[in-house]
Structure formats: C-alpha cells, structure tokens
C-alpha cells in the first residue's frame, strides 16, 4: 500500500511541475533569470516655461522637428516672432497664414507634397514650416542664414550673411531662442 501511495505521489509531483513549467509566469521568471534583466529606460520630455501652447501640441512639434532635424527651441522663437503663437494670425494682407506665418503662394508644392491643405491648422501649419526651415537649415550657413532666409527670402539673407550681419528679425529669433532653450526643463514621463 506504501508503495502506491509513493508512486501517486511521484505521479502528482510530476503533474506539477509540468503544470509550473507550463505556466507563462514561471517562463517569465525563467527568462529574467537566464538574461541580465534591466528594467526600461525612463522617457522624457521637454516642458518650455512661458511658452502658451498645450503640452501635446509641444509633443507633437517636438516630434516633427526630431524627424526633420530641427531644433526645437529654433521653431518655439520662429512662431514667437512670426505670430506671437496666434494659431489663426492671417497678415501680410492676407497672404501669411497661422503659427509660422506660411505663405501659400511660396509654398504650394511643399503642401501639396505634405498633404496640407488647411495653414490656420496648426498641425499642418508647423509640418510646412517646420520642413521649410529644415530645408534652409541643409544649405549649410547655420541657424541664423536659415532664419534670415525663412523671412525674407533668399536675396535678403545673402546680403546680411555677406556682410557677416544679422538682420534685426533675426536677432530677435535668435535671442527668443536662447532664451526658450535655457528655460526649457526636463521632465520624466515614466
């Protein structure tokens, strides 16, 4: 008779460890033990002091300029000169429209390819200038020809970058720059 209970009782053992083998919890322990386990790299996020857009609106652009290679702080003082972030500013008679005063009729195909139809959208008014400013910054004359250019064109920025001078649109930018990047704080998200 003890002979059978031992053998019920290897039967039972063997039925639970198939059964803690079998469970995923158990896999997981196995595998954090097997593996030199390091828990996730918190993620972060910039928070810019005084600046008056929705934190995930900040997100969103921060994410544009992360894929365009654009400094953020560098568009946060282009939209500060050019509309005071007025997302629904339409000036130069009409033809400069939204947060980084685009205009329609130096732009179309840059829309057309982005898929913009709509510059008091703020979303899609940043994606153009955002991708316009990249594109200047890509000449390779720095942040300060590329701004100068962004304003007023190619002509105005060569006259200013010849003579080794900024304009005084440019120096606002600039200034509003440094200033937003060294009041931007970093904040932990996870």
Request: aromatic residues 10%; glycine residues 6%; charged residues 20%.
């Amino acid at each position: 008779m003890a002979l059978i209970w031992l053998c019920i009782a290897f039967l039972l053992l063997g039925v639970l460890v198939a059964v803690i083998a079998a469970c995923p919890v158990a896999a997981i322990a196995d595998e954090a033990e097997d593996a030199d386990w390091v828990p996730a790299a918190p993620e972060y996020r910039m928070i810019y002091p005084g600046i008056p857009l929705r934190q995930d609106f900040i997100e969103y652009l921060t994410g544009i300029c992360k894929d365009y290679d654009v400094p953020v702080p560098l568009v946060l003082a282009v939209i500060a000169r050019e509309s005071d972030f007025d997302a629904g500013l339409v000036d130069d008679y009409g033809q400069s429209y939204g947060l980084m005063q685009v205009q329609p009729q130096w732009h179309r195909e840059r829309m057309e390819r982005l898929g913009v139809i709509d510059l008091l959208d703020p979303s899609q008014n940043i994606l153009v200038g955002i991708d316009y400013l990249a594109e200047l910054l890509n000449i390779g004359k720095g942040e300060e020809y590329a701004v100068m250019w962004y304003n007023g064109g190619e002509i105005h920025a060569n006259a200013y970058y010849k003579r080794g001078e900024m304009s005084h649109y440019c120096a606002d930018v600039m200034r509003m720059r440094d200033c937003i990047a060294e009041a931007a704080l970093v904040e932990v998200v996870t």
